[in-house]
């Protein structure tokens, strides 16, 4: 009986090790198969990351691609992904994290194939920081906005071009920055006139000479002229006055200022619709 006894706690223990060894074997199978799986899923998931992209389903592109950079901090699909979270984030109106983005996919993959987009996209972001939902469905011609986002778009703007004049977003590049050059001459000559205005002629004068010397080729020039004119007048200088009018006159002969003496800084800027031809 106690022979028995002891066989039956020999088999009993037996059975455990068997067990206990096929449930590890399972175990290494599972992760194996987990690891092959893993393993499949890169393209997958860009995949349904870059379908929700093209969808225009901004906010479940991003939490794809954030999910396909943490399975995968690295490889070709991780590469692209990168760029195309920084357009989902700037679709979502998220400047910050967008910028944030491009910069760490330039400075990560200085080879990559799509690098040129990547700067200009990061100059696309700074052009509509700044432009919320009313200013995009009803769009005008006002320049004092945040001219930081403005200048640093140019900024990126020009940086691009100056890189890959040949890129074909180039072309987009350039016409952004005519009518960002125009942004920023429109609003110095807007500070030339608050400065006449408040009874302020010298400043008006100086303002309005760096608009000349940074932006003669703008719509702004015309009235940078008309207010120095009017600035002279104001500190009683009748021939410096005179000799602006005729620079006015030779350059600008419709103006509005030759005709009523006042000078309107909203009528030549050139507004969005005139430049936006997309």
Known sequence: MLYTNKFKVFQLLLLLVISFGFLQACSKK???REVEVTKETALEMYLQAKRALDGGIWTAAENKYKDLRSHYPFGHYT???YLELAFAQYKLFKMEQAISTVNR???????HKNLDYAYYLKGLIYFNSDRGLMQRINPDSSADRNQENIRNSFSAFKDFVERYPDSDYA???????????NQLAAYETQVAAYYLRRGAPIATINRTKFVLQAYQDTPAAADALALMAAAYEKLDEPELAEETKTMLTANYPNHNYLSTGEVDTDTDVLRWQDIWPF
């Open 105 to 111: 996919f330039i400075k990560n993959y200085p080879a």
């Open 79 to 81: 590469e692209q992904g």
């Open 171 to 181: 072309s987009d590049a350039r016409q952004r920055m005519v009518y960002l050059k």
């Open 30 to 32: 599972d992760k194996v």
